[in-house]
């Protein structure tokens, strides 16, 4: 006897609780555990963590760097554009023998300028392209009872190309790249027109920009994709 109540308690209450669940309006989708895979890279502790608070976590942090990015770039490519402009304005003011060096300098600014423009920061877009997407989700009712898993894959693979995209313009070739541009503008000068100091001038001063825009260039998105494969969520 108490077997068979023991058996008919047991098969009786997950129904009750089920159905109370359901009265009270709790979705299906809440009642059951949700685990998504975990990066190649990513620590097994990372499938412990719910994927709601693995995607609101890279959300968070790619809003965060995203305007440190932002930043960055728009104060760097407004002050080469503004210098770029007082090269072209100060052109009627100068000896005529002397207008190449500031022509010179103007182009090495458009050069830098055209730099942001073609290839931006990868964060510029990838942080509000997520937020666009986890906002359509909760506007779509039909998709808010859908698997997240798709979505929190796509905002890892953001993570992964941003972090990557950071580590890049810090690469050696990046540096080459910048001293080799200016050492040519510098000899540009010096070879083709005989202006030595000018030269010298232009190449120093457009290098130790160019190497201030590497090294002071976003780079915590390298650091929070290690802490999110560590299961920092």
Request: charged share 20%; hydrophobic share 50%; with cysteine.
């Amino acid at each position: 006897m108490a077997r068979r109540f023991a058996v008919t308690r047991a098969v009786a209450l997950p129904a009750i609780g089920g159905a109370l669940l359901s009265i009270l309006g709790w979705p299906a989708s809440a009642r059951a555990q949700v685990r998504c895979p975990v990066p190649e890279a990513g620590s097994p502790a990372l499938h412990d963590v719910e994927p709601a608070r693995r995607l609101a976590w890279i959300d968070g942090h790619l809003s965060r760097v995203e305007k440190n990015a932002r930043l960055w770039t728009f104060g760097w490519g407004g002050g080469i554009a503004a210098a770029g402009l007082g090269s072209l304005a100060a052109v009627p003011f100068v000896a005529r023998e002397s207008r190449v060096d500031w022509y010179t300098g103007a182009v090495s600014a458009g050069v830098g300028v055209a730099a942001f423009v073609i290839a931006p920061p990868a964060l510029l877009h990838d942080a509000p392209a997520l937020r666009a997407d986890i906002a359509r989700r909760r506007s779509d009712t039909d998709a808010a009872d859908t698997d997240v898993c798709p979505l929190l894959a796509a905002a890892e693979a953001r993570l992964v190309r941003d972090a990557r995209d950071e580590e890049r313009q810090g690469r050696w070739y990046v540096h080459v790249g910048n001293l080799v541009f200016n050492a040519g503008l510098g000899l540009f000068l010096g070879l083709g027109y005989q202006h030595w100091s000018a030269g010298v001038v232009n190449a120093l001063a457009g290098a130790a920009v160019g190497e201030a825009i590497i090294f002071t260039r976003p780079t915590a998105t390298i650091g929070d994709l290690g802490d999110y494969l560590r299961g920092a969520p």
